[in-house]
């Protein structure tokens, strides 16, 4: 299914983007949290914990690169990634491409 997809869909929407007649974005979401317990264990013939400050604090980026500029447009905060974030972004993409067709994930939303 990979293989279809990346031959059917994703490589002739990268030779179009190529071609400046689209645009391609890869858009996901990554979530952080800062100031765990722990930052994790070593491996080893002892195992060792990493002790990190006190607290829970999250960083969150919604981030769409370009295929071919590879610039990336993000939205961030340190709360959570709803809807309202999708619709910032979403709102700064029809701005950064206004009259291009955008490609992500297997969606097409064209701004004109």
Do not use: W
Request: glycine share 8%.
């Amino acid at each position: 299914m990979q293989r279809a997809f990346y031959e059917g869909t994703l490589l002739p929407l990268m030779k179009k983007a190529e071609g400046n007649l689209v645009a391609l974005l890869f858009l996901d979401a990554s979530h952080f949290v800062m100031g765990c317990d722990f930052l994790g264990f070593v491996y080893g013939k002892t195992r060792r914990f990493v002790k990190t400050f006190s607290g829970r604090r999250r960083y969150n980026v919604l981030g769409a690169p370009d295929f071919v500029s590879k610039t990336v447009t993000a939205v961030t905060n340190d709360t959570y990634i709803t809807a309202s974030e999708i619709c910032v972004m979403l709102r700064k993409l029809s701005q950064d491409y206004a009259g291009q067709s955008i490609y992500y994930s297997k969606c097409i939303v064209g701004f004109k």
